[in-house]
């Protein structure tokens, strides 16, 4: 189908489209592996033609701020990501601690309706339908509350069953991509954490999750790496944020099949796929099992906790002797953020036979001479 004919009227250059944005507007950008790099560029090109810009970007991957420039603009985010974690611990994007997520609300300190959101979609169906791709998140509340939405085409974007659409009457202007959007960059393993992986995760594998169980794994370096390890169990379900790696192959050998699961049977859900390889995205795409849904409605406690024998399984930083547990700082340093984590801990420790379980290395540094579990936590530690 020649979608370009579908959207002429609509269908202009990047510059084009990002010329909408004006002087003392509220701009959202659709979040984290979806940041839509082509968008962001154009607007980028013009900052110095506008002023007093609010950008709210959620896990931003694109530098929107640079240290050696003054800027009236202002750059809202709510996770350090590896691309943007020095310019939010430098005070150069506002930093907003988010930790309650709700499917029927935009989450707390985001503009719930922006002058402009831009946004990655493809290319309409047959219908007139566009995908959001690998990454519904707020994408989807935020064009339908925003005065303007512009979106970049991606043609190769896949397609996912739930609320993973929009129709093309919804988009105001539309430009091809150029740049493909931003999957989480898979740090190389050393040998030595690879080993110390692979030994967790067998471990968790075999002792704590259970046949019938429904998961949930987080992004971490440890946990995303726990589905190629669940090879053994038979029909496990998966209600979760971030779909990661080996939870495709799961679904296609009939270990995970999601006939015990009470939300969603018979279903993957996710908000987000995250960090997977091209044949992952192959085998999800237009695979009926799988659904993708707004982060807040993934995310939210009074839906999860009707989910039994939920089992969260997330990396942690540090932990003390009394159970206090470190995810998203170092000292005052903001390595992450509390994402969902905290919403997926709560579900899991109330679901009727559910679990939570946290996941480290004893030690971190080069030749592992620090402890990562520790007397107490030192100053400036954020704990849960």
Request: proline content about 6%; hydrophobic content about 40%.
């Amino acid at each position: 189908m020649d979608w370009q004919a579908q959207v002429k009227d609509k269908l202009m250059s990047p510059d084009e489209a990002v010329s909408v944005v004006r002087s003392g507007d509220h701009v959202g950008v659709a979040p984290f592996t979806t940041t839509p790099f082509t968008l962001c560029d154009a607007l980028f090109a013009r900052r110095k033609k506008l002023k007093n810009l609010r950008v709210d970007h959620p896990a931003s991957l694109f530098a929107w701020v640079s240290p050696d420039e003054e800027t009236s603009h202002v750059v809202t985010d709510n996770y350090a990501t590896p691309l943007n974690r020095d310019l939010v611990n430098a005070g150069l994007m506002e930093y907003l601690p988010i930790a309650r997520w709700r499917h029927d609300e935009t989450p707390a300190g985001f503009d719930p309706a922006p002058d402009v959101f831009m946004v990655p979609l493809s290319p309409p169906d047959q219908h007139g339908y566009c995908s959001f791709g690998t990454g519904v998140w707020f994408s989807k509340r935020l064009a339908q509350n925003a005065k303007t939405v512009v979106a970049e085409i991606h043609e190769n974007f896949i397609r996912t069953g739930g609320d993973n659409f929009i129709h093309i009457s919804e988009i105001d202007r539309v430009c091809e991509a150029v740049r493909p959007t931003g999957n989480l960059p898979i740090a190389p393993r050393t040998e030595e954490e690879t080993f110390v992986t692979e030994v967790i995760c067998t471990l968790v594998a075999s002792e704590l999750v259970n046949d019938r169980d429904t998961v949930q794994i987080g992004v971490g370096t440890v946990s995303a790496a726990l589905g190629v390890f669940l090879g053994e169990k038979h029909d496990l379900g998966v209600q979760t944020e971030l779909i990661t790696g080996g939870i495709a192959q799961l679904v296609r050998d009939g270990v995970v099949t999601g006939k015990y699961k009470t939300l969603h049977r018979e279903k993957v859900v996710g908000s987000a796929c995250v960090a997977l390889p091209e044949e992952d995205l192959q085998l999800i795409d237009g695979n009926p099992a799988f659904e993708l849904y707004d982060f807040g409605y993934t995310d939210d406690i009074r839906l999860l906790i009707q989910q039994p024998n939920l089992v969260a399984v997330n990396n942690a930083l540090l932990v003390d002797l009394t159970g206090q547990i470190v995810f998203d700082s170092i000292g005052p340093v903001m390595h992450s953020g509390p994402g969902g984590q905290l919403e997926f801990v709560i579900g899991a420790v109330y679901s009727h036979g559910g679990r939570s379980i946290h996941v480290l290395p004893s030690t971190a540094g080069r030749d592992g001479e620090h402890s990562r579990i520790v007397a107490e936590l030192p100053a400036g530690h954020g704990c849960r």
